[in-house]
């Protein structure tokens, strides 16, 4: 596909418009449709669309054939190969379809003319239809396609149950022979399950042995005649089952010239009726073409994007208005536009409705030429740029005076003042071409250079302040901002580095503007955003030397609490602070050295390694700890608090 088509996204609507086909071949047509340079021949096609889709709206769905691997049996036919009945059956629902499709090109005869005497050129193949359904059904050759099968499969029935009938009998008067109460069909033959033992006391043919060796699978001699009776018949059927095959493929041989010509009559209208179904799910409607440089597009949107949520497209391009210059914020639906007024342009001359107004006016482009660059990444700049001046050279090769150039964000990607220069070199190019074409930019100075160049319009996406938001709708005649700056101020950017953005891009001036200047940005903000306080670092400094006074109580030690003089015993040695941690009446506290005075050291009250959780812990504590030492239980957990009376 042409690579400036696929920018634009039509592969995306002819694989659309290929889902709406049946058969293979208008899939194929639909995917490789391309516009058509000749007005006749593109008003044409975009006249039979409109007639298809009156059809569907007044008649309903068309009853049309997906002719699965109808070729390949039609190149079978042709070989001479013969045509088994389930193959026969799919021509037979060909058939079908092209007399219901007749009948509904009949009915919809007033609705379309044209497209209604298509009907005419399907021939009528219900003889042939006739014959194949009376001679197959349900997948197999019927009895009744001619007097001969019935008559062999009568006889087959007839000495099939004389063989089941008199191994029955022998089956049930000496059942100790046989493993089985029941007639066994092996190979090919009835058989009787005879035991191993007994497989002498009934002469016949083994024909199979099971698995262990224990059955042998006997046809008796007695019914041995029967069974090549039975057998002769069998191969009678056969025989005549081919010759009635043979001769139904011979028939649809002879009626491969009209059966062609009713695929070729089926393929067309399954494509037209796909651009007619296409049209009804875009809710899309018919527009006027003209060879005149004109676009006027009424309250279109873009066929790819929800259209509930898609704002109308208003746009005018031609005439003495040659380029359109679009400017405004980003993700404000610049792209968006190109693209709709390029993807409108190929549908339409390309015969399909689009989704706008009927009162749109497309005019006829020998190229649909554009640059559109999307996904751009700040860390390739340079070869973003390359890119784009590759593609943006190709174009100025290839656009006449009868092409339609889009050009998105031109001249971005390097350094602004060469950028700019270039664009603006660019779209004088462009204007001495007298090419029709639309392009978006941020720069100041393009705008600038469309309002004083004649054949250039300023047009712009709206925008809403208030809320940061844009409108996606484009007021033309008018250029628009990015709106960089107020967008930051809005979001809380400090005034003075807005004023210091505005300076930096603009000089003094606009620092001198006016309060009731529209485009005044320095209004004090009405909500300032209060400072944020923010996180400190936290240095690791060294601890503070503990006394050593606090360095002499030992945990076990009993102390006297000072001013309450209470006795209690040392569970934790001093720290930093010179706290100490003493138990007094089983309540744990944190209590300065200089408030303990040693009354007995742990050394005289207990014995060399003591177990101190004795005194401090719970059992259950202890308990809990003593687990924690063999193993690991998610559930077991210990929770030591300062100050935590025990229970």
Same mark, same amino acid.
């Given at each position: 596909?042409?690579?400036?088509?696929?920018?634009?996204?039509?592969?995306?609507? #002819? %694989?659309?418009? &290929? /889902?709406?086909?049946?058969?293979? $071949?208008?899939?194929?047509?639909?995917?490789? *449709?391309? !516009?058509?340079?000749?007005?006749?021949?593109?008003?044409?096609?975009?006249?039979?669309?409109?007639?298809?889709?009156?059809?569907?709206?007044?008649?309903?769905?068309?009853? #049309? %054939?997906?002719? &699965? /691997?109808?070729?390949?049996?039609? $190149?079978?036919?042709?070989?001479?190969?013969? *045509?088994? !009945?389930?193959?026969?059956?799919?021509?037979?629902?060909?058939?079908?379809?092209?007399?219901?499709?007749?009948?509904?090109?009949?009915?919809?005869?007033?609705?379309?003319?044209?497209?209604?005497?298509?009907?005419?050129?399907?021939?009528?193949?219900?003889?042939?239809?006739?014959?194949?359904?009376?001679?197959?059904?349900?997948?197999?050759?019927?009895?009744?396609?001619?007097?001969?099968?019935?008559?062999?499969?009568?006889?087959?029935?007839?000495?099939?149950?004389?063989?089941?009938?008199?191994?029955?009998?022998?089956?049930?008067?000496?059942?100790?022979?046989?493993?089985?109460?029941?007639?066994?069909?092996?190979?090919?033959?009835?058989?009787?399950?005879?035991?191993?033992?007994?497989?002498?006391?009934?002469?016949?043919?083994?024909?199979?042995?099971?698995?262990?060796?224990?059955?042998?699978?006997?046809?008796?001699?007695?019914?041995?005649?029967?069974?090549?009776?039975?057998?002769?018949?069998?191969?009678?059927?056969?025989?005549?089952?081919?010759?009635?095959?043979?001769?139904?493929?011979?028939?649809?041989?002879?009626?491969?010239?009209?059966?062609?010509?009713?695929?070729?009559?089926?393929?067309?209208?399954?494509?037209?009726?796909?651009?007619?179904?296409?049209?009804?799910?875009?809710?899309?409607?018919?527009?006027?073409?003209?060879?005149?440089?004109?676009?006027?597009?009424?309250?279109?949107?873009?066929?790819?994007?929800?259209?509930?949520?898609?704002?109308?497209?208003?746009?005018?391009?031609?005439?003495?208005?040659?380029?359109?210059?679009?400017?405004?914020?980003?993700?404000?639906?610049?792209?968006?536009?190109?693209?709709?007024?390029?993807?409108?342009?190929?549908?339409?001359?390309?015969?399909?409705?689009?989704?706008?107004?009927?009162?749109?006016?497309?005019?006829?482009?020998?190229?649909?030429?554009?640059?559109?660059?999307?996904?751009?990444?700040?860390?390739?700049?340079?070869?973003?740029?390359?890119?784009?001046?590759?593609?943006?050279?190709?174009?100025?090769?290839?656009?006449?005076?009868?092409?339609?150039?889009?050009?998105?964000?031109?001249?971005?990607?390097?350094?602004?003042?060469?950028?700019?220069?270039?664009?603006?070199?660019?779209?004088?190019?462009?204007?001495?071409?007298?090419?029709?074409?639309?392009?978006?930019?941020?720069?100041?100075?393009?705008?600038?250079?469309?309002?004083?160049?004649?054949?250039?319009?300023?047009?712009?996406?709206?925008?809403?302040?208030?809320?940061?938001?844009?409108?996606?709708?484009?007021?033309?005649?008018?250029?628009?901002?990015?709106?960089?700056?107020?967008?930051?101020?809005?979001?809380?950017?400090?005034?003075?580095?807005?004023?210091?953005?505005?300076?930096?891009?603009?000089?003094?001036?606009?620092?001198?503007?006016?309060?009731?200047?529209?485009?005044?940005?320095?209004?004090?903000?009405?909500?300032?955003?209060?400072?944020?306080?923010?996180?400190?670092?936290?240095?690791?400094?060294?601890?503070?030397?503990?006394?050593?006074?606090?360095?002499?109580?030992?945990?076990?030690?009993?102390?006297?609490?000072?001013?309450?003089?209470?006795?209690?015993?040392?569970?934790?040695?001093?720290?930093?602070?010179?706290?100490?941690?003493?138990?007094?009446?089983?309540?744990?506290?944190?209590?300065?050295?200089?408030?303990?005075?040693?009354?007995?050291?742990?050394?005289?009250?207990?014995?060399?390694?003591?177990?101190?959780?004795?005194?401090?812990?719970?059992?259950?504590?202890?308990?809990?700890?003593?687990?924690?030492?063999?193993?690991?239980?998610?559930?077991?957990?210990?929770?030591?608090?300062?100050?935590?009376?025990?229970?």
């Amino acid at each position: 596909m042409n690579n400036h088509h696929q920018i634009l996204e039509f592969n995306c609507i #002819l %694989s659309k418009l &290929a /889902d709406h086909a049946l058969s293979e $071949t208008a899939k194929n047509k639909c995917l490789s *449709l391309t !516009p058509y340079f000749s007005e006749r021949e593109a008003k044409k096609h975009l006249e039979d669309t409109t007639q298809a889709k009156r059809i569907i709206c007044e008649a309903g769905s068309p009853p #049309l %054939s997906a002719m &699965a /691997d109808l070729e390949k049996l039609i $190149t079978l036919t042709e070989a001479g190969d013969m *045509l088994l !009945p389930d193959q026969l059956e799919k021509f037979m629902s060909f058939f079908s379809a092209c007399k219901r499709l007749k009948q509904y090109l009949k009915r919809a005869q007033s609705a379309s003319p044209k497209i209604g005497s298509y009907g005419s050129s399907i021939i009528d193949l219900t003889i042939l239809f006739d014959e194949i359904d009376r001679c197959i059904r349900h997948g197999r050759v019927d009895s009744a396609a001619s007097k001969e099968l019935y008559n062999v499969r009568r006889k087959s029935e007839q000495v099939n149950d004389q063989i089941k009938a008199k191994l029955t009998t022998i089956l049930s008067k000496n059942k100790a022979w046989f493993s089985d109460s029941f007639v066994s069909f092996r190979g090919g033959h009835y058989t009787l399950p005879v035991k191993r033992e007994h497989k002498n006391n009934v002469p016949g043919s083994v024909i199979e042995i099971s698995n262990t060796g224990g059955t042998c699978f006997i046809e008796p001699s007695s019914v041995s005649k029967l069974q090549q009776e039975y057998d002769t018949l069998e191969i009678e059927e056969d025989c005549e089952i081919r010759r009635i095959l043979y001769t139904l493929t011979a028939e649809i041989n002879d009626a491969l010239p009209d059966i062609r010509r009713n695929i070729e009559a089926m393929e067309t209208l399954d494509f037209l009726f796909a651009k007619a179904k296409l049209s009804i799910a875009m809710k899309a409607g018919p527009i006027s073409l003209t060879t005149e440089r004109i676009i006027r597009i009424e309250s279109a949107r873009h066929p790819l994007l929800c259209p509930e949520a898609a704002v109308p497209l208003c746009f005018t391009l031609g005439g003495e208005t040659r380029g359109m210059v679009i400017t405004g914020p980003n993700t404000g639906g610049k792209t968006v536009t190109l693209k709709t007024v390029g993807l409108l342009s190929l549908m339409a001359q390309s015969g399909l409705h689009v989704p706008a107004e009927e009162a749109s006016v497309f005019t006829m482009n020998n190229l649909f030429l554009c640059d559109i660059g999307d996904g751009q990444s700040i860390s390739e700049n340079l070869s973003t740029f390359s890119s784009h001046m590759k593609n943006v050279i190709g174009i100025l090769e290839e656009a006449t005076d009868e092409s339609l150039v889009l050009l998105d964000e031109l001249g971005s990607g390097t350094d602004p003042a060469e950028g700019m220069g270039l664009a603006i070199a660019i779209l004088e190019e462009l204007c001495n071409r007298g090419c029709l074409f639309v392009t978006t930019t941020h720069y100041p100075e393009v705008k600038d250079y469309a309002i004083h160049r004649e054949g250039l319009e300023n047009a712009r996406m709206a925008f809403d302040r208030q809320t940061l938001t844009p409108l996606y709708r484009l007021e033309m005649g008018e250029a628009g901002e990015s709106c960089a700056l107020y967008i930051a101020q809005r979001l809380g950017m400090p005034d003075h580095i807005i004023k210091n953005a505005s300076s930096a891009a603009y000089s003094t001036k606009k620092l001198d503007a006016s309060p009731s200047d529209p485009h005044f940005l320095f209004h004090p903000s009405p909500n300032p955003q209060a400072s944020i306080p923010s996180p400190k670092i936290v240095p690791d400094l060294p601890a503070k030397p503990v006394s050593s006074v606090s360095q002499q109580f030992n945990i076990g030690d009993s102390v006297v609490v000072y001013p309450e003089k209470e006795i209690g015993i040392v569970f934790a040695t001093a720290n930093e602070k010179g706290e100490v941690g003493v138990q007094v009446k089983k309540t744990k506290k944190m209590i300065s050295h200089k408030r303990i005075k040693l009354q007995v050291s742990a050394s005289q009250l207990y014995p060399e390694n003591y177990d101190f959780s004795i005194l401090f812990d719970t059992v259950e504590t202890r308990k809990t700890r003593h687990q924690m030492t063999k193993h690991h239980d998610k559930n077991n957990m210990i929770i030591l608090e300062e100050g935590s009376k025990e229970p």
